[in-house]
């Protein structure tokens, strides 16, 4: 799904979720802008952006004021998910995005337990073509430990350097044995670094990623309205946006 040829893009035909992690919160915001200014170009006026996060962990996408009302966004777990196909059922494309999805008890769900509804309902969602799902999380081990489906049923990573045991975490073992400390793991105040990931082949690269602020200046705000008769752009999915 990930592509890489000088510049990293992802193919929206055959990843339809993402986990973006680590330990530089930047990584999160700009993956977060990163999808929505193409998703706006792809959905034009056909788009709701959902977005499920505690009020501490909203920092991470540094949402402007002005921009704060064109998102829906909620503290609770079955808001969120009553949210989604509300929209879903008017035909419009949703921009899925939660933050740390292991501090929502609804969507905990260890491998014997049964599934609640909300975490049924998501992984309805991830199965829809037009739904992106965008999960961000600040530690894999917890969202492995609490919500062990999600890091199983979703191979696309978006990995920020930083430490090392926390990079191999979102690996398989043979991945995160192969991977080296090197200078590209440091954070950089003035740089965003990261390692894309796919679990399903182990394909793993490194980039750099656009500053949230560039990408913010990208979106077409008026774009963002939502009309049941619009029609989805066609496009060739986000390719050229996420760095290089």
Request: glycine fraction near 4%; include cysteine; hydrophobic fraction near 40%.
């Amino acid at each position: 799904a990930f592509g890489d040829d000088n510049i990293v893009s992802l193919d929206d035909s055959l990843a339809g979720q993402l986990i973006a992690c680590g330990t530089d919160a930047r990584v999160m915001g700009s993956c977060f802008w990163t999808l929505l200014v193409k998703q706006v170009q792809m959905h034009s006026q056909n788009i709701k952006v959902c977005i499920l996060a505690s009020h501490a962990s909203q920092v991470w996408l540094q949402i402007p004021a002005t921009l704060k009302e064109r998102f829906y966004i909620t503290e609770s777990a079955e808001d969120f998910s009553a949210e989604i196909k509300k929209w879903r059922e008017n035909n419009t494309f949703v921009y899925a995005v939660v933050l740390n999805p292991y501090a929502f008890e609804e969507l905990q769900k260890d491998d014997f337990s049964p599934a609640a509804d909300t975490v049924q309902d998501l992984m309805s969602f991830w199965r829809d073509r037009n739904v992106f799902m965008l999960f961000l999380t600040d530690s894999m081990k917890k969202l492995k430990d609490e919500c062990s489906y999600i890091e199983a049923d979703v191979p696309y990573r978006v990995i920020s350097v930083g430490n090392i045991a926390s990079i191999r975490s979102a690996m398989t073992f043979d991945a995160g044995d192969k991977l080296a400390d090197s200078p590209f793991n440091t954070v950089r105040p003035n740089v965003i670094k990261a390692y894309y990931y796919n679990k399903g082949t182990d394909k793993l690269g490194r980039f750099r990623m656009y500053q949230i602020d560039q990408l913010i200046r990208l979106v077409d705000v008026e774009a963002l309205s939502c009309s049941s008769s619009s029609e989805p752009k066609v496009d060739n999915g986000y390719s050229g946006l996420f760095g290089n």
